[in-house]
């Protein structure tokens, strides 16, 4: 039995993406108790911050070798970009009092931003090469997820 590489592991988050429906929605939902639990114990939204920079860079490398292998410009099973794009979504929430309803806001727009891909996301995703195209389109929903669920959640909505 062959070993998996190293950058498939990171790339599918341990096998997450190997799921057969909904790997990104999957990931998303995984990715925002643990997000929650970093802003409460883990240096709040400066922390939230910092792991999805974290998860940034090890899924631009690993994706970029994802992809080398498998050939596909966007696989479905990387979805370390999920967990980057939604942490950063909630890094945004993060700041002050951790408010469950507006992590919960941050959760939904990001995953319409990811699924829909207006502009910018779309951009990033179709002129972006390799592990940077995989990543970047998350990034930007998370960012712009973020600055909508911080407005929502700033002006109580």
């Given at each position: 039995?062959?070993?998996?590489?190293?950058?498939?592991?990171?790339?599918?988050?341990?096998?997450?993406?190997?799921?057969?429906?909904?790997?990104?929605?999957?990931?998303?939902?995984?990715?925002l108790?643990?997000?929650?639990?970093?802003?409460?114990?883990?240096g709040?939204?400066?922390?939230?911050?910092?792991?999805?920079?974290?998860?940034?860079?090890?899924?631009?490398?690993?994706?970029a070798?994802?992809?080398?292998?498998?050939?596909?410009?966007?696989?479905?099973?990387?979805?370390?970009?999920?967990?980057?794009?939604?942490?950063?979504?909630?890094a945004?929430?993060?700041?002050?009092?951790?408010s469950?309803?507006?992590?919960?806001?941050?959760?939904?727009l990001?995953?319409?931003?990811?699924?829909?891909?207006p502009?910018?996301?779309?951009?990033?995703?179709?002129?972006?090469?390799?592990?940077?195209?995989?990543?970047?389109?998350?990034?930007?929903?998370?960012?712009?997820?973020?600055?909508?669920s911080?407005?929502?959640?700033?002006?109580?909505?």
């Amino acid at each position: 039995m062959t070993m998996p590489r190293a950058s498939a592991v990171i790339s599918t988050v341990f096998g997450i993406g190997y799921f057969p429906q909904a790997q990104g929605t999957i990931m998303s939902a995984i990715a925002l108790p643990l997000g929650i639990l970093i802003a409460m114990y883990g240096g709040g939204a400066l922390g939230l911050l910092g792991a999805a920079l974290i998860a940034l860079v090890l899924g631009v490398v690993a994706c970029a070798d994802h992809v080398r292998a498998t050939g596909n410009p966007d696989p479905s099973e990387c979805v370390i970009d999920e967990l980057a794009g939604q942490w950063l979504a909630s890094a945004f929430v993060a700041w002050g009092t951790v408010s469950l309803p507006a992590f919960f806001v941050s959760f939904i727009l990001f995953r319409v931003f990811d699924i829909w891909k207006p502009w910018p996301v779309s951009w990033a995703e179709e002129k972006l090469p390799g592990g940077w195209g995989v990543m970047m389109d998350d990034i930007v929903a998370g960012l712009m997820a973020g600055v909508l669920s911080f407005i929502a959640h700033y002006y109580g909505v």
